[in-house]
């Protein structure tokens, strides 16, 4: 790459900051827009923007623990599950990239122009106080992983959104494992990063078009 010229210092530093700051813009939406503590106050999520083939290009300064395993989740996303323009995929499991259940990732792929295949993919990752489980907040002593939630890659399809609009059985399947009364659902703040990640998606591929 150093003997490229169209990937002088000065272009690949401007990419760079263009790449990150649609990651940090991503955080920030989320933040504001989230309903849950965890979130809102904690701010335990992370946001990075993806190629084409699922390698990083570029994170916010969010979760380190997030996003070192984050690249696998994405590429987990990409081989589980076949995606189209709208699509949002939704994974926790930890043998594919996770960290632990409560720590959900939604992957969306971006498409520019009239490519058949996604040019970047759009991730975050966040905190949710239960996905079900043994006890309560979902990190139990437990000996099997489905002691302490729901797995949503393995259980279901996996598609949290199809052309934009809820996968009505990954909402039941959601809801079914989570005990009653709980009052931060994993379905309602995924709403407020669905809409970061179709925010800053679009801004990213504006960005690659400046170039």
Known sequence: MGNDPQWDPVTLEVFRNLFYSAA??????LCRT?????????????????????SMVAQGEHMPVHLGSMPLSVKAAIEHVPMGPG????VNDPFCGGTHLPDITLVQPVYLGSDDAPTFYVAN?????DVGGITPGSMPLSNSIYQ???DLLRGQS???????RHHAGIDAAVELHLPRGNPDPPVAP?????RAKGRHGSHSGKRAHTG
């Open 24 to 29: 940090e813009e991503m955080g920030v939406t």
């Open 34 to 54: 989230s309903f849950s503590p965890n979130i809102k106050e904690r701010r335990d999520y992370s946001c990075a923007v993806f190629a084409g083939d699922g």
């Open 87 to 90: 699509d949002v995929v939704i």
């Open 125 to 129: 990752r966040a905190h949710h106080s």
């Open 148 to 150: 302490e939630g729901a």
């Open 158 to 164: 996996g598609a949290s959104l199809r052309r934009g």
């Open 190 to 194: 995924r709403t407020p990063r669905c």
